[in-house]
C-alpha cells in the first residue's frame, strides 16, 4: 500500500472526482456488495429468527441466546473470513457463510429477548381467550415484539455490509475490492470508494430504523 | 499489505518449515513455539494496548456526553443519532476515511475504534443514570444530599450495573474490531493473520491468532463480570 | 460540614405563617396557610387530592420553595438557612420510601450521621438501636432493601428518617402504600415510638381514619389548599367547621368520636355481676360493639389485671 503519512485532505477530492469518473464500476461492485450482503442476510434470517422466535415464545434457552450473542461479539469478522477462506477457498461461499455466522447473533437473541420480553399478562389475556399457540406468537407477540427483532436485523445488516467490504481480501468482490486495492486505485479511489460504503450502510441503518418505527405499535423513545 | 489473495499468484511458502508447516496443517505445535516470542506475544500485547486505550478514552468521552446528555434533555437525541451513525460506518471504510487526515498511524486507528465505542457506553450510561429510582432522588434531596453528593453516592453506584454491562460490549467489540486495525498499521491479532493470508492460508497461524483474539475477547468480558459482582453486591441481593 | 445540627435537639416548635404556593399565575396550591404545630406534636394534614397537603408538607425542607409567606422552626425562618443544612435537621419520610438499593440497610440509616461526620462505630450502634426501636431483628442492619418486605422497608424508612435525631419530621403517606393489616400496626408502633422520641411530626393523608388516629390535631385542607379547620380530632368530630368537613370526616363521625374516648375516662358505675367484660383501656366503640353483639345493657369493666373495678350501662357510652 501506498503510504500516506501526512495530513492529505486534498484527497477527499480525489475521492470525489474518482467517484464522478468511475460511476458504472462503482455500481457494478455495490451490486456485487449488495448482492453478497443479500445472501448471507436472508441464510441468517431463515435460520435464526424462527428459532429466536420460538425460544423467545417458550421462554426457553435464556442461557443460549446470551451466549450466542456473546460469543458473536468476540468472533472478529476478520478471523471469520480468514477461517472461511482456510476452508472454503476463494469465492462467494466462503464470504456468505463467514457474514451468516455474523449476522446470527443479534438476529437471534434480539428475536428471543423481543418474544421473551412481551408482556406476560397480555400473553396470558391472549390465551384466556382462546388464541392457539401459533395466534399468540403471531397476532400478539410478534407485533408487540417487532421493533426489537427488527433492531436486531438493523445490527446484522450494518454488520453484514460492513464485513462484506473485508471481504474482498478473500474474494468477495463488492466495494472494499477497491479499498483494499489502493496499487490499483490510488489512496482517492479507496477514499471514494469508503464513501459509497459508508453511504450503502447508513441509508440500509436509516431504512430499518424508519421501519422500525413505523411497525411500533406505540411510539419508540429515541428510537 | 493488503495482502490481496485474490489479486496476487499463489505462491506456496511452506518450504522450509517442519512437515506439518510444510502440508499446511491446522495446529502446528513446532511453530507455535518457534514464532510465540516474536509474532503472536507481541501482537497480543499491542491488541490490548489498542483496546484499552480506544475503550478507555471512549469510556471518559462517553460519560462525558452522558453527563451532557441527562442533564439537558433536548440534547440526547442528536448525541445519540451521531453516536449511532459513526456506529454504522464499516470500521474498514472508516480507517481509510480517516487516512487522509491522520496518516496510517494509531491515532488513525484508536479515532474509529473509539467512535465504535461510543453508541453503547453512551447509551447504557444515559439509560442507566435514568432508571435510577425517582423515590430514591426524592429521598436523597429530602435528606439534605447535595446534587454532587447525590450524583456521587447515589445515582452513578445505582447506574453502575448498566454502565458496567456496556463497557462489557463495547469493550468485546473494540477487541474483535481492532484486528481490522492492521489493514492500517502493523500492529494487533490481524496482522498475523494478514501475513498468514499473504503466506498461501497458512491455517495455524491463522487458527491461533484468531483464538487469541476470541479468548482474549472472552477474558476482558469475564474480568468485567467478576469486577460488576465485586463492584454491586446489591444488585444481586432479594 | 458543620457540627451534629438535629443530634440529640429537643423536638421544636413549627409555624405555617400566611404560607402560600403559586405555580405562574393559576390558582394557589397553598394559599395563606397559617398553622401552629407545637413541640413534639403530631400535625396530621388531610384532604382531599388537590388539597395541596404535600405541597405544603414539601413547603418545610424547601423541596418546594414558598412563594411567600414564611415557615419557621423555633422561630428561625426556613428561608435564613442553608437548604441542604435545612434537610439534615428534618426527618424525611414518602410513601415509596426511598431506600437506596445499592446500600445496606445500616448504610441507608447512616445516610444523614455520614453527613454530619459521624464515625463509622457512631453508625453501627445507633442502626442497632433504631432497628431494635422500630422493631426490627438488628440482624437486619446488614441485608439490602430488596430483601425486606414493603412493611420491613417502611419501618427502615422511618429509622432512616430519625437517625440524626431531627427536631422535627415531615412524612408523605408514609403507610399509603401498605396493605390494611400492617399498615394498622405500623400505626400503633408509630404512636409508641412517637411516646419515647416525641418529634413534631408533618404528616400527610388522605385517609381521615388515620388522621383521627394518629393526630394530635389535624389540620383539613380543600381543593386550592384553603385550611378549613385545625383542631383535636375529638373537636373536629364533634363540631365541624363546614358541611365539606362533616362530609369529609363521615356520616359516622359519631362512631368515630367514640373510638377517640377509653372507659378509663368515664365515671364507672359500682359493679354489678354478669355480662361482657372488657378492660378499662378498651375504647367506646368497642364497648358498644360488644353490648349490641351480645345483645346486653351492661358492661363489666376491669383493670388491666382483670380485677373487676365497676360498671357502665349503654346510656353511659352515648352520653
Known sequence: MIVADQFRPGTFVDAFRFIGDHGSLLLSKTSEHLELSFAALGIALLLALPLGLWLGHRHRGFFFAATVSNVGRALPSLVLIAFGLTIFGVGFWNNTAALVVLAIPPILTNAYFAIDGVDRDVVEAARGMGLSERQVLLRVELPLGLPLVIAGVRIATIFVIATATIAAIAGGGGLGEIIVNQASYGLGGVVGAAFCVSALTLLAALGLGLLRRALSPSPVPGA | ?238 | MSGPVGVERAAAELVFDQATKRYGEGEPAVDQLSLTVPAGEICVLVGPSGGGKTTALKLVNRLIELTSGDIRIDGTSINSLDVTELRRGIGYVIQQVGLFPHMTIEANIGTVPRLFGRSKQWIHTRSQELLELVGLDPSYAKRYPAQLSGGERQRVGLARAIAANPPVMLMDEPFGAIDPIVRARLQDEFLRLQQEVRKTVVFVTHDIDEAIKLGDRIAILRQGGVLVQYDTPEAILARPADDFVAQFVGADRALKALALRTLGELELRPAADGGPRLPRAATLRDALALLIDERAQTLVVTDDAGTVVGSLTRDDLLR
Not at chain 2, 35 to 59: C, K, R
Request: hydrophobic share 55%.
Open chain 2, 1 to 238: 499489505m493488503n495482502a490481496l489473495v485474490a489479486a496476487g499468484p499463489v505462491i506456496p511458502n511452506f518450504g522450509q518449515g517442519s512437515r506439518c508447516e510444510r502440508t499446511n496443517g491446522w495446529w502446528c505445535t513446532d511453530w507455535l513455539h518457534a514464532h510465540w516470542g516474536d509474532t503472536l506475544q507481541p501482537a497480543l500485547v499491542q491488541h490490548i494496548e489498542l483496546s484499552l486505550i480506544a475503550v478507555g478514552i471512549g469510556f471518559a468521552l462517553a460519560f462525558a456526553l452522558a453527563l451532557v446528555g441527562v442533564r439537558y434533555r433536548l440534547l440526547d437525541a442528536p448525541i445519540g443519532v451521531f453516536a449511532d451513525f459513526l456506529y454504522t460506518i464499516p470500521s474498514l471504510a472508516l480507517f481509510q476515511l480517516l487516512v487522509p487526515l491522520t496518516g496510517l498511524t494509531v491515532t488513525t486507528v484508536e479515532i474509529a475504534l473509539v467512535s465504535y465505542t461510543l453508541l453503547i457506553l453512551y447509551r447504557n450510561m444515559v439509560e442507566g443514570l435514568r432508571a435510577v429510582p425517582a423515590d430514591a432522588l426524592e429521598a436523597a434531596q429530602g435528606m439534605g444530599l447535595t446534587a454532587r453528593q447525590t450524583f456521587l453516592r447515589v445515582e452513578l453506584p445505582l447506574a453502575a450495573p448498566a454502565i458496567i454491562a456496556g463497557l462489557r460490549i463495547a469493550t468485546v467489540s473494540t477487541i474483535s474490531i481492532a484486528t481490522v486495525a492492521a489493514f492500517v498499521i502493523p500492529q494487533g491479532l490481524g496482522r498475523p493473520i494478514f501475513i498468514a493470508i499473504g503466506q498461501d492460508l497458512f491455517k495455524t497461524e491463522i487458527l491461533a491468532a484468531g483464538a487469541l483474539a476470541v479468548v482474549l475477547a472472552l477474558v476482558a468480558d469475564g474480568l468485567l463480570v467478576f469486577a460488576q459482582r465485586v463492584a454491586t453486591p446489591w444488585s444481586r441481593a432479594g
